[in-house]
């Protein structure tokens, strides 16, 4: 029996590990759209001596040594955040300590490695800034080739680190379209999510996001938070983190899992509408309308729902008022993150409000990436300080 195969979670069908980027092609027969993912043959996790998120190799893809790439992502910071009601202990987990300033390393470090492992020499990847920025940085470290698909509103800061990296960067176009033909003709590694709704699937990245779960465990002493509050946009970092959890959970490594609290603006809310109505299934908006352009998708994976469910969590909607509130508090604390990385702080707000807690618990709010990487939204109700003359020696020392 191999050690990991993939496996489809709808009819259960195992394969080999191999460059499935199509999703389970028996319930494709059937007309259905169903993602296969990574299964280990493990019975706990130890933490290997290794760099960045290989340290938890032993439940991610089997990657030999020379063909795994690191830039020591992972490792971030479970901070302590000011919390107004007494009964929450509130941690911020700061993934801006990455290499790329963003959560997007850790399923990059595993998805470019799998791209070695797998013989490629070119991949690809679909992006709003922060997830293009850490593929061209990690293909980069490789030696791979790497096109990025852009939207639109991209920050230029952003476009241009991703280019400094040697990446090609493509803005606009019919993107499924493009990754579809490039991956068919087996010349791209897709870095691309786990459901396969554009008609590509890539199931290896997904598993980075797990090690936060683990670094999470691993600084609380061995115990699991009661709740997490995580940015949804596609889905992968929603669903990786439960899964994180889950595979713990399963091993005995934690007593109990925590709830995923899934959180959207509510101009980009394709998974919460979906919640809300108890479905399986998320369907695209017409149009997103939101500040917080990381999260900023017409469509949500429809494994974000299947980590919200499972945990029984929920999904929280906040305005953006409330978003750029939270992120000025945030940022009061010495936390300069950006608009994606205020939902969490924004949603903990709205939680605790709605519903007073009875009993103490212990809170952890992901911070996905840096405010300094969008500048456009960071400095757009910025004044420059006046400019003192020559001739000033005195200040008001009162302010």
């Known amino acids: 029996m191999p050690n990991n195969w993939l496996e489809c979670d709808w009819c259960r069908s195992r394969f080999d590990v191999t460059p499935m980027f199509f999703g389970c092609p028996h319930c494709a027969q059937e007309g259905n759209k169903r993602p ?17 998120v290989w340290r938890w190799a032993g439940l991610l893809p089997s990657v030999e040594d020379n063909r795994r790439v690191t830039l020591y992502e992972g490792s971030t910071p479970l901070v ?10 509130a941690f911020l ?14 399923p990059n470090a595993v998805s470019i490695s799998m791209a070695r492992q797998f013989g490629f020499r070119r991949v690809t990847a679909r992006s709003t800034g922060n997830h293009g920025n850490s593929v061209a940085a990690y293909a980069g470290a490789a030696g791979l ?31 499924d379209k493009i990754i579809t033909r490039m991956v068919a003709a087996q010349a791209y590694f897709p870095c691309t999510i786990l459901c396969p709704q554009g008609g590509y699937s ?7 996001f797990k090690t936060i779960a683990f670094e999470i465990v691993d600084a609380l002493a061995g115990s699991a938070p009661d709740r997490v509050f995580i940015p949804a946009g596609s889905g992968d970092g929603t669903y990786g983190i439960w899964k994180g959890f889950r595979e713990m959970a399963e091993r005995k490594q934690i007593s109990v899992a925590p709830r995923i609290v899934a959180c959207q603006p509510e101009g980009a809310n394709s998974a919460a509408r979906a919640w809300k109505l108890r479905r399986n299934h998320v369907e695209p908006l017409r149009q997103v309308k939101t500040a917080a352009l990381s999260v900023a998708e017409i469509v949500t994976g429809d494994h974000a729902l299947r980590a919200v469910y ?21 940022h009061r604390m010495g936390f300069a993150l950006e608009l994606a990385s205020a939902l969490p702080y924004a949603c903990a707000l709205q939680t605790e409000s709605r519903r007073p807690l009875s009993k103490p618990e212990i809170w952890v709010l992901i911070g996905s990436g840096a405010a300094v990487k969008w500048p456009e939204t960071f400095l757009r109700d910025y004044t420059k300080p006046p400019i003192l003359g020559s001739d000033v020696e005195e200040i008001d020392v009162r302010q």
């Open 36 to 52: 296969v993912e990574m299964k280990y043959a493990v019975d706990k996790l130890q933490p290997e001596v290794a760099p960045g």
């Open 80 to 89: 302590p955040v000011d919390f107004p009601e007494s009964n929450v202990k």
């Open 93 to 106: 987990k700061n993934e801006t300590a990455n290499p790329t300033w963003s959560w997007k390393d850790r």
């Open 145 to 175: 080739d790497a096109t990025i698909l852009c939207h639109e509103d991209t920050s230029a800061l952003q476009l241009a680190l991703m280019e400094g990296c040697g990446a090609r960067v493509i803005r606009g176009g019919c993107q």
């Open 202 to 208: 890539n199931p290896f990245g997904v598993e980075g």
């Open 310 to 330: 499972e945990s029984e969590g929920e999904f929280c909607e906040v305005s953006e008022v409330e978003i750029l509130e939270a992120a000025r508090a945030l």
